[in-house]
């Protein structure tokens, strides 16, 4: 028996006796409990009740290989090169990263839980075992980094839709790469690239979706978030919403190079959470008040101020609500 033999026993939430498991897998009640303590080293909470056994309580919605893959439609597994799902990663992007250069099909890489998980401008990502959404997709674009330009921004509108299709509701975005529900971070996307900027390049693109973060773990969280659950909006699995976004994004991402952010802009202002609002920019330091007016061809921010217009760029920038703005 492994430990993950071990871990889908225990995945539905129920009492396992150590000697039933013993006898069942041949193995000595030690080497059970070796294996549950595995377990526990991946973040796992375990309860151990004389006369009753190991119990994960409330149980883990794991990622299902097969399900995830019986589940994509046919224009998506023609882009798809590999897939893969690991119990414990670094980074899923970090794992991508070190698999460049790409070849001409979309390698996806998924965990159940990240040790070095990450956002934007090098904050850190909290990523729990099996509580949220942790999918990485290498692609590889040949027109250099000017095809990119708002890249970020429609993966965005990817992750919404998805969610939609789900039945989630109250969904927005906050530029250049925030998901909201209700207000609060639910979701947060990561464009690192590497190769040549006017030629063939390797895009690795994060997403990262709280779905049901554990009180300890959410409590390391240094802004306002949300997480599917406790909106009440955990009504499917985990791999029904991998499965969704994949099929969104790898049918998007073959178009991109082609047709580029121009067939997002509208979709991504029909969700914009800070639209005709107050808000501060703050570039390296630099800051910057006006009025948030959507975005541009390119997917720059355009800032209202009383110089007029501004386009602001993503990057080292952060965006934020002015005080007292509502």
Same mark, same amino acid.
């Given at each position: 028996?492994?430990?993950?033999?071990?871990?889908?026993?225990?995945?539905?939430?129920?009492? *396992?006796?150590?000697?039933?498991? !013993?006898?069942?897998?041949?193995?000595?009640?030690?080497?059970? &409990?070796?294996?549950? +303590?595995?377990?526990? %080293?991946?973040?796992?909470?375990?309860?151990?009740?004389?006369?009753?056994?190991?119990?994960?309580?409330?149980?883990?919605?794991?990622?299902?290989?097969?399900?995830?893959?019986?589940?994509?439609?046919?224009?998506?597994?023609? *882009?798809?090169?590999?897939?893969?799902?690991?119990?414990?990663?670094? +980074?899923?992007? !970090?794992?991508?990263?070190?698999?460049?250069?790409? /070849?001409?099909?979309?390698?996806?890489? $998924?965990?159940?839980?990240?040790?070095?998980?990450?956002?934007?401008?090098?904050? !850190?990502?909290?990523?729990?075992?099996?509580?949220?959404?942790?999918?990485?997709?290498?692609?590889?674009?040949?027109?250099?980094?000017? #095809?990119?330009?708002?890249?970020?921004?429609?993966?965005?509108?990817?992750?919404?839709?998805?969610?939609?299709?789900?039945? #989630? @509701?109250?969904?927005?975005? %906050?530029?250049?790469?925030?998901?909201? $529900?209700?207000?609060?971070?639910?979701?947060?996307?990561?464009?690192?690239?590497?190769?040549?900027? +006017?030629?063939?390049?390797?895009?690795?693109?994060?997403? /990262?979706?709280?779905?049901?973060?554990?009180?300890?773990?959410?409590?390391?969280?240094?802004?306002? &978030?949300?997480?599917?659950?406790?909106?009440?909006?955990?009504?499917?699995?985990?791999?029904? $919403?991998?499965? %969704?976004?994949?099929?969104?994004?790898?049918?998007?991402?073959? !178009?991109?190079?082609? @047709?580029?952010?121009? #067939?997002?802009?509208?979709?991504?202002?029909?969700?914009?959470?800070?639209?005709?609002?107050?808000?501060?920019?703050?570039?390296?330091?630099?800051?910057?008040?006006?009025?948030?007016?959507?975005?541009?061809?390119?997917?720059?921010?355009?800032?209202?101020? +009383?110089?007029?217009?501004?386009?602001?760029?993503?990057?080292?920038?952060?965006?934020?609500?002015?005080?007292?703005?509502?």
């Amino acid at each position: 028996m492994s430990t993950n033999d071990l871990l889908i026993q225990l995945a539905d939430g129920a009492f *396992h006796s150590g000697a039933d498991l !013993a006898r069942e897998y041949g193995l000595s009640r030690t080497a059970i &409990w070796k294996q549950v +303590s595995s377990l526990e %080293k991946l973040g796992i909470e375990i309860n151990r009740v004389r006369g009753q056994g190991y119990q994960i309580q409330g149980g883990l919605d794991l990622l299902e290989d097969s399900f995830i893959r019986n589940s994509l439609i046919s224009d998506a597994i023609g *882009h798809l090169d590999e897939l893969t799902i690991h119990r414990s990663i670094d +980074s899923t992007n !970090a794992e991508l990263r070190r698999r460049t250069p790409f /070849g001409n099909g979309a390698l996806v890489c $998924l965990a159940e839980s990240q040790s070095a998980g990450r956002g934007r401008r090098g904050r !850190a990502w909290v990523s729990p075992f099996a509580s949220s959404i942790y999918l990485s997709v290498g692609w590889r674009f040949h027109g250099g980094a000017e #095809v990119l330009e708002g890249l970020s921004l429609s993966v965005g509108v990817m992750v919404c839709e998805a969610l939609q299709d789900l039945g #989630v @509701e109250g969904l927005s975005l %906050k530029w250049p790469n925030d998901v909201y $529900l209700d207000g609060k971070k639910l979701a947060g996307i990561l464009v690192e690239m590497s190769g040549d900027f +006017s030629g063939p390049c390797d895009v690795v693109i994060g997403v /990262g979706i709280n779905v049901r973060l554990p009180d300890e773990q959410a409590a390391q969280i240094e802004q306002p &978030w949300s997480d599917l659950r406790t909106s009440g909006n955990v009504h499917f699995s985990r791999s029904t $919403l991998v499965a %969704k976004l994949i099929n969104r994004m790898l049918v998007a991402l073959a !178009a991109y190079e082609e @047709e580029g952010f121009a #067939v997002w802009r509208d979709r991504w202002e029909a969700v914009d959470a800070f639209a005709g609002r107050r808000v501060v920019v703050d570039n390296n330091g630099q800051r910057l008040a006006g009025e948030a007016a959507g975005v541009d061809a390119r997917g720059a921010l355009l800032l209202k101020t +009383s110089s007029g217009v501004q386009s602001i760029y993503g990057g080292e920038v952060s965006l934020r609500l002015q005080e007292g703005s509502s």
